[in-house]
């Protein structure tokens, strides 16, 4: 059965996926949205012991939305066989992925030099808790670890209340993001000289580099961030207020917009009050500016004040529960969701992808594939016959 693209943009190059959880999986996400020909490489059920973590619920949700258009091999790579079947791939493959500790490529002789020597062109992403070298390089990364040690927690929350995680996985996403741009940057610096290269970055480098301004302030000016709660850090008025029957954010940061909002909510007096008079002042007095602007807002419901602030050119919007932020006109014109599966399958819906191209749009058109679906495809596709196939599933290679 011929494999049905995604796109076109990317349909001339084939991935090898090694990875696991949820970094790897974002990165290579982008690159089978736009086409690539990923193939999930994953060890045969019960060699793994952390399979659970990577495996288990292959129709739930989470999974579903992270391997939607991938094919699926089984190869156990603690056999030679299964070594050798994985090295025959990577003649013909552009990139390969993976987010084992930096140690475990060396053992199994998937290194980069390794690699390079089968193929010039190949190009190995790798991604890791904290860098293929240094003094933590041998430590796990989750997530959560990384949030705390990248400096995220010591900002996220209200003063006095402790640290406080994301409600999102922030370093993983990140760090899959920033691997899938450094693909297709040497994927296309691959065509000027022909070679392909190492491409590796980390949770940690990624975590500190997503605090980006807050990280800057503290290098160039010496100002160590703290938790705002919902205030920002170095503008005002901009944070979280009540309306008479909910919350919504308020972003009246800058002159012009300070100076548009005092007008839209008949406040023109503000603009004269010498406390307020530039943005370094309002974030002094923000205590007494924010208690005016509540007072205000507490006289009229959410949507009337996002109705007139939004016509004014001031940012303002609802907080949105979940279902409520799937329900909102404008992410339902975006296209965000899509469903997907099949006769043998249950439909799942996914997210779609962020980042659209008009002409070689990326796309959503198979869902996530069963454990080794594709085996005995994709080895047929590089050499092996139905015979070579049976022996490697006698020997539990496959």
């Known amino acids: 059965m011929p494999r049905i693209m995604a796109s076109h943009a990317l349909s001339r190059f084939r991935v090898l996926d090694l990875s696991r959880v949820r970094a790897g999986p974002t990165c290579v996400r982008m690159l089978a949205d736009f086409g690539a020909d990923v193939i999930r490489v994953e060890p045969p059920p019960g060699v793994d012991p952390n399979e659970a973590m990577f495996a288990a619920d292959r129709l739930g949700g989470d999974f579903q939305n992270l391997n939607r258009n991938k094919r699926s091999l089984t190869l ?21 992925v993976e987010n084992w500790r930096p140690d475990v490529k060396q053992r199994l002789g998937l290194d980069y030099e390794s690699l390079s020597a089968i193929n010039p062109r190949i190009i190995l992403a790798s991604i890791s ?3 293929q070298s240094g003094p933590y390089a041998w430590r796990p990364g989750f997530d959560q670890i990384v949030q705390g040690m990248g400096g995220l927690m010591s900002v996220t929350g209200f003063p006095e209340q402790g640290p406080v995680r ?17 693909i297709f940057i040497a994927l296309l610096e691959r065509e000027v000289s022909g070679k392909g290269q190492w491409v590796h970055t980390s949770l940690i480098h990624t975590m500190v580099a997503m605090m980006d301004f807050q990280a800057a302030r503290y290098l160039n000016e010496g100002d160590v961030p703290q938790q705002a709660g919902n205030d920002h850090p170095t503008s005002s008025p901009m944070g979280l207020f009540e309306a008479a029957d909910g919350r919504f954010n308020l972003g009246a940061s800058g002159e012009g917009n300070w100076r548009r909002f005092c007008v839209a909510v008949g406040q023109e007096a503000w603009l ?18 924010n208690a005016q602007i509540q007072a205000l807002f507490r006289s009229q419901p959410v949507a009337h004040w996002v109705e007139i602030l939004n016509r004014a050119g001031v940012p303002a919007g609802p907080v949105y529960s979940v279902p409520e932020m799937f329900d909102d006109p404008q992410v339902r014109h975006l296209g965000v969701v899509k469903a997907v599966g099949g006769a043998q399958q249950a439909l799942r819906h996914v997210l779609t992808q962020p980042v659209r191209l008009e002409r070689t749009a990326g796309e959503v058109v198979a869902p996530a594939p069963g454990w080794g679906e594709h085996t005995e495809e994709i080895l047929g596709e590089i050499g092996y016959s139905g015979e070579q196939v049976r022996a490697l599933r006698e020997q539990e290679v496959v």
């Open 166 to 182: 994301a409600g999102l996985a922030v370093a993983d996403s990140s760090a899959g993001l920033y691997a899938a741009l450094g």
């Open 272 to 289: 004269d009050d010498p406390e307020f008079a530039n943005e370094k002042l309002r974030v002094k007095n923000r205590t007494r500016l």
């Open 129 to 131: 808790g904290f860098g």
């Open 76 to 96: 156990n790579l603690k056999k030679p066989e299964g070594l050798a079947v994985f090295k025959r791939l990577v003649k013909d493959a552009d990139v390969v």
